[in-house]
């Protein structure tokens, strides 16, 4: 069963997304996605964790959250990659 996202949930991926929206890959981009993370700016992180986990199950088009200049697929690979580094950081 697909969901939706939280209001909260979307903005943690719209500040993701923001980081690489304009990189030709966004896998590129990554390690700066991290690096956001680890400050702690916009939330903890558990809540990027569960935020990235709510996106990727959802039926939510990510594309639809910010400008669209990369197709959902990718944007998704994006958030797996992501979301596999997060879980070896404690």
Sequence with gaps: MKFELSDRHAGLMRSLIDV?????DPLDGVD???????????????????????ALASNVRLTRLVPEYH???????FLVEVRR??????
Excluded: F
């Excluded at 400050?39 to 990235?52: M, V």
């Excluded at 197709?71 to 690979?77: G, M, V």
């Excluded at 580094?85 to 404690?90: E, T």
């Design 20 to 24: 690489v929206q304009l990189e030709r």
């Design 85 to 90: 580094r997060l879980s070896v950081i404690n």
């Design 32 to 54: 700066r996605v991290l690096a956001t993370v680890h400050t702690g700016t916009d939330g903890t992180l558990e809540e990027y964790r569960a935020a990235i986990d709510q």
């Design 71 to 77: 197709p959902e697929d990718i944007l998704r690979r």
